[in-house]
């Protein structure tokens, strides 16, 4: 199968709308790509950079004519965004997101589905701490997974032709439900996100002498949980607010988990200790051998961290 | 000031160890390297990667004859090692130790001083989550920081050298009180290696189905968590054991903050969320402003731990 559309809109272009429509461009997916963004910026950006070849304010200038829409906002919008433009949508148009939360975006989305296009919720599981338009780049998606959640009446040529699109952008896709995908991302990612926020942000309040040490001498986890906590934070408000239940439910588990690990230290049990952190380090391992460690697309992202 | 010994001792040649024992020897800071490690295994691999020239079971047979000793062993040991090679030294040695816990190894060692030697606590700030001789690599400490916490009364010229010797390997040395470097290292390092540890904990007791989706999409957040939780087991148990205020504070700390976030997600209050988020993408930008993120030195990191 090969997929080929005449127009492509891309709504909202940041970090992952600039590299949506740099693959599009790039892999030749579409003849012609549109743009939205709220800021005139980053519709000068986009258009300076070539990422797209027109940009509009409004989403609903974008998506006139297209023959499938990447709405790329934050997860608090997409909805929002959505129901904004789908009285200008050429009919048959596919209408597909990147969303890290999938069950709360397709409930908000319900009330404006109709026969007229179809909606493909998806999520490519890439991105670096950085947004705007000149932070992307084509090669973000590489070897990285790709989840799509379509419901039961979610029609299956889109689903195919969504698919085939991050297969060329070198996602690997696979399909779960919505709900299933949030829980795994609770714990996968908006947790770990989370607790980096709260620590470098106790770290923040620290007495100013301490304070600065340890931002200067910021080595290994401190530096690694500083770029996870330098992450956009209108995306992550979003995520927080519309995966609550899940959050909060491994956010319970943490906290049990943490509590046992310091009344271990607080009664100096090494043995516990040491045992948790055997177990830990097989988890790594697993995570490794699951080939999840890509130290040559961690490469690439480092060079476009710069 | 140029530094050289005629015989340099490591005892512990693990990951620390064998590199200090390559940045020795390509400096060519000694003309002949000792080092002392319990496991043949290490020994063999040592003296076949031609680290050390000689290797002993017993470190009181690694440190006859040295001029300078490091003692590179986990930080629960370090103290009992030196007290078992004391007798053995030669008068006017230097000692040093690259523990991560400084105030608690500083009195554990105490009860061992004597006039014949001079010790001086340091504290390299570099490491990979490996361990090992065969992964330790010379350049592990360049542009990284080195701490060392001398007491009043130690000896300023052994100080001099030690100092020296870390410079040559690369590193910005700086003294700073045992009790501030302790406080500094339970932020910045300890207490992320302590969630870090919980968390993936956490993920490994989720029900199956959901535990190998966390580790089979692992990307981002949890990613960065496995890495850092697949470190040293037995050297994170004695740092925990051996820096117990510093790191019980941090964490009350922590977990104070952690709660007001939990309360935000819960009451969907979006404004105390983009507010703390917003305050943390500060901080990575002074870490980064400090010059601490050192993409040269993180690839040759990403290389070495392929």
Known sequence: MSVHFYQAAV?????IGSSVARVLRQKGLADRITGAARSQRNRETALALGVVDEAFETPADAVAGADIVFVCTPVGSIAETIGGF??????GVIVTDVGSVKAEIINQVRPFLSDNFSF??????????????ENGFAELFEGRWCILTPEDKTDRQAVAAV???WEQAGMKVEEM????HDKVMALMSHLPHLIAY???????DLE?????????????GFRDFTRIAGSDPVMWRDIFLNNTAAVLDGLQRFSEDLTVLQKAIRQKDGETLKNWFARTRKIRREVIDMRQDQPENEKLLLKNKG
């Not at 439900?177 to 299933?180: G, Q």
């Not at 709260?198 to 923040?204: E, K, L």
């Not at 100013?208 to 290994?220: N, P, Q, W």
């Open 11 to 15: 709504v909202g272009i940041g970090l």
């Open 86 to 91: 789908v009285s200008a949508v050429k009919k």
């Open 163 to 165: 698919r085939e699109i």
């Open 198 to 204: 709260t620590i470098v942000g106790t770290a923040a």
């Open 120 to 133: 493909v919720p998806g999520h490519p599981v890439a991105g670096t701490e950085k947004s705007g338009p």
């Open 208 to 220: 100013t002498e301490i304070r600065e040490d340890v931002l200067k001498y910021a080595a290994g």
């Open 177 to 180: 439900s919505a709900a299933r």
